[in-house]
């Protein structure tokens, strides 16, 4: 598996730039190496390789954003109607 990671390397760095629908995919990286480098190996290392140099080369960001709403006056909501009396006006 070695002798294959700089090769798998330069597929995925040049990934990077591309739309995430082009990207390849472990099993991509797989068929391509079987394909044309003669990989005789296993798929699970490829996949281990893959997920690992991901997480590796994953952009920097915060993860999430924290929601943060303005506080409002109370508002009661009444969630039944109010009855009404035969004659009465509302």
């Not at 099993?27 to 991901?54: C, I, M, N």
Request: no cysteine; net charge positive.
């Amino acid at each position: 598996m070695a002798a294959y990671e700089p090769i798998i390397d330069q597929w995925l760095t040049e990934d990077q730039g591309r739309w995430h629908k082009q990207q390849h995919t472990a099993r991509r990286v797989f068929d391509r190496l079987v394909a044309e480098h003669g990989y005789t190996g296993s798929y699970s290392p490829v996949q281990r390789y893959v997920k690992h140099w991901r997480a590796q080369h994953r952009p920097m960001s915060d993860g999430f954003s924290e929601l943060e709403w303005p506080p409002e006056p109370f508002r009661w909501i009444s969630a039944r109607p109010k009855p009404s009396l035969p004659g009465s006006a509302r």
